[in-house]
């Protein structure tokens, strides 16, 4: 065992018996690298990541391989979770150095911290052309001892443009609408007419797009035509994904993302910040097609019941992920990827019986040689296994087969609990069991809203409580937050995304409850996350703390990737804030913050999508609902189901503050108060009047 046998991270906790000298990052790995004057090997990567895995087995658990690192290196390995911003300089580092980026993450750096080479997955020898690890490190530190001087001058030339990029100021005087039109149309360039998605092979859900899309469907200065583009991406891409082997039929809940452009073949990891996203994304289009669309609905149902069953912690709060990789079988050492999930005919035949295998098969388009099309599985993993993806809809079915439609869905309901049982049974895949604050923020985000969207008070409890878990867990005593929790809170401050993803959170819970503590919390919050990163002088929040000396600088992140920018977040954070409390002042600070990232919106507005919608928002008059009256009574509720099941994306929902009389209930009757830029229409008391005053946008999802 090594010295990371006594870390909590899982993936550090992985890497424990490998031969490789391994530190965690901290000054006891510095201080090595100053006494022995040697560079720094950063390896990055977590616990679910699929060639981290690989590059173990190939090269960290060889001794040969380990003898070189430990010889010429100092060798650090960071779980990019719990340390996201060590993570985020150094993968700023190797996307400007190589032009992309990934896990496992592989940075050389002086020992003073400043990268001079960096890459990725490097195979275990040389071949097709590409050195391989070995060949690195020995170059890499024959160059150390022969080339001093210029790799600290690199190392120095690098640093710059980083704190270069970081100390931006504001290129532009004001918000443009035009960079949402650019935006949208960037996006539908891109757009796959036959598959949904944006892009090629591989393509990722990447639901901060979708939110985008669903806003550009309702903006006035959008045409009639437009609008009905924009819904119908974002309707195909749901649809699509819903279909595809992307998203686990079975068991719920969708996999990171897939191999092809059919979403048929999936990377079968499954992370908690994708389930919380998408499960938004459903409800939003849901609501956007006014309930029109029960697909949605159901899938969005299908992700949180997953969460809730296989990912949430007994005490409330939920883990980050489940790994890709699992045994073939129980007490046998062979594993592969996508193992837990995929089928051969014959076992679904001998599960299920002849007929209702026949209609199984039909329907979810399973074949005898495995039906993982050639160009998704080039190196044969899946030959003879299926990855269950709906080829033909029940109204076909019943067409080709004279089956009731009812009847059929009835059956392939009761098969699919049979594989169920029958799959859970397998070895399952690893469980990272971490609980990160950042990523409960968005799952309390998730559970609040479709709790609230579709009527299912289970859900507002389960965000409650996780909630409840992170104030008790998660918070130090002066009210900070910490990064993450496995058994016991870690020692890792918490990050600008753990402050702005959970006030998002919060102010989701508030307003699926009307209960005014969470609200006071993301108040108290987002006056610490001011505290802590605000850029009071350019606008916009550094991803870290100042004074960190570990770090080399202070990053401010705009990109909205797999997980939204934290900037991004807090924009639309700050714009809510300032409309539930009348605090001016949180809009202007969202103004700064928006036009210190308006170069990027301007040349790239694809990149920054959720920023997009802070826009979006900021361009209009703040909207509010209050509702006055007696929370708990069916009165109060019933008016609250009238706006929660509506697409209101720029509209706040608060409760009336009962130690007021500005806003009464009406005739002893809880009423709604609807407001524009805080000049408010009549009262009303009838759900059917607060329809009217506040009906959505035409429908056009036909």
Not at 25 to 46: M, N, V
Not at 268 to 290: C, G, I, N, P
Not at 520 to 527: F, I
Not at 648 to 663: F, G, N, Q, Y
């Amino acid at each position: 065992m090594n010295r990371l046998a006594s870390e909590q991270s899982p993936y550090l906790l992985q890497h424990a018996n490998n031969p490789v000298d391994w530190f965690a990052w901290g000054e006891e790995a510095f201080a090595a690298a100053r006494a022995t004057d040697k560079p720094i090997f950063l390896s990055i990567g977590y616990s679910t990541c699929h060639w981290c895995h690989v590059m173990e087995r190939e090269s960290f658990e060889t001794e040969a391989i380990a003898r070189l690192l430990n010889e010429n290196f100092i060798s650090i390995k960071v779980d990019r979770e719990e340390r996201p911003d060590v993570d985020r300089i150094y993968m700023a580092f190797v996307q400007a150095t190589t032009g992309s980026g990934g896990w496992p993450m592989s940075v050389w750096l002086t020992p003073d911290l400043k990268p001079f080479v960096g890459g990725t997955y490097f195979p275990p020898h040389d071949k097709y052309g590409r050195a391989g690890f070995p060949t690195v490190l020995l170059r890499i530190a024959e160059t150390w001892k022969k080339n001093r001087s210029g790799v600290l001058e690199r190392g120095e030339e690098i640093l710059s443009a980083l704190r270069e990029q970081a100390s931006s100021t504001p290129t532009a005087a004001r918000l443009d609408p035009s960079w949402i039109q650019r935006g949208f149309e960037i996006n539908a360039e891109s757009f796959d007419a036959d598959w949904g998605g944006f892009g090629g092979a591989p393509k990722f859900p990447r639901p901060v797009t979708l939110n985008l899309q669903l806003r550009c469907s309702i903006r006035s200065d959008f045409s009639p035509e437009r609008q009905v583009m924009a819904l119908r991406m974002t309707r195909e891409t749901l649809r699509h994904m819903a279909r595809g082997g992307m998203h686990d039929h079975l068991g719920g809940g969708f996999h990171r993302y897939s191999v092809d452009r059919y979403w048929h073949v999936p990377h079968f990891e499954k992370m908690l910040y994708d389930q919380a996203q998408l499960a938004v994304a459903y409800v939003e289009h849901w609501q956007r097609t006014s309930g029109g669309d029960s697909g949605s609905a159901f899938i969005a149902h299908d992700i949180l019941d997953y969460v809730e069953r296989d990912m949430r912690h007994p005490n409330g709060g939920f883990y980050s992920a489940e790994d890709a990789d699992s045994l073939f079988e129980h007490g046998k050492p062979e594993h592969g990827e996508g193992a837990f999930y995929v089928w051969s005919k014959e076992e679904i035949e001998n599960l299920l019986g002849a007929e209702d295998a026949a209609l199984f098969n039909r329907f979810y388009g399973v074949e005898a040689n495995g039906n993982a099309p050639e160009e998704s599985d080039p190196q044969g993993e899946f030959t003879g296994k299926n990855v269950l993806i709906q080829r033909l809809g029940v109204t076909r079915i019943a067409e080709q087969t004279g089956l009731n439609k009812k009847d059929i869905m009835r059956r392939l309901e009761a098969a699919g609990k049979i594989l169920l049982v029958a799959r859970n049974k397998r070895p399952r895949p690893h469980l990272d069991d971490k609980i990160i604050t950042a990523w409960n923020g968005l799952m309390i985000s998730a559970f609040a809203r479709a709790g609230a969207a579709l009527g299912e008070p289970k859900y507002v409890d389960i965000a409650t409580q996780a909630a409840d878990f992170l104030r008790k867990n998660l918070t130090m005593p002066d009210g900070n937050l910490i990064r993450s929790f496995r058994k016991t809170a870690s020692n890792v401050p918490g990050f600008t995304d753990d402050y702005a993803f959970l006030v998002q959170g919060l102010l989701d819970l508030y307003e699926a409850t009307f209960d005014r503590q969470w609200l006071d919390w993301a108040v108290d919050l987002q006056k610490k996350q001011d505290a802590l990163f605000l850029d009071a002088e350019n606008g916009g929040y550094f991803s870290t703390r100042a004074g960190d000396s570990e770090l080399i600088v202070r990053l401010k992140e705009d990109y909205d990737g797999a997980e939204p920018s934290a900037n991004s977040i807090s924009a639309n954070n700050l714009l809510r804030l300032s409309a539930m409390l009348d605090r001016p002042d949180l809009r202007d600070q969202c103004g700064k913050l928006l036009l210190a990232f308006a170069g990027t919106m301007e040349r790239t507005p694809h990149a920054v999508p959720q920023m997009l919608v802070a826009v979006d928002r900021y361009l209009e008059p703040p909207q509010q609902i209050v509702l006055a009256g007696d929370v708990a009574s069916p009165a109060f509720q019933s008016l609250a189901r009238e706006v929660h099941r509506r697409f209101l994306p720029r509209t706040v929902v608060i409760a009336a503050d009962s130690s007021t009389h500005e806003m009464p209930p009406q005739n002893g009757l809880p009423t709604a108060y609807v407001c524009e830029n805080f000049v408010c229409k009549l009262p009303v008391t009838a759900p059917d009047d607060l329809a009217r005053l506040i009906s959505g946008p035409t429908n056009h999802s036909n």
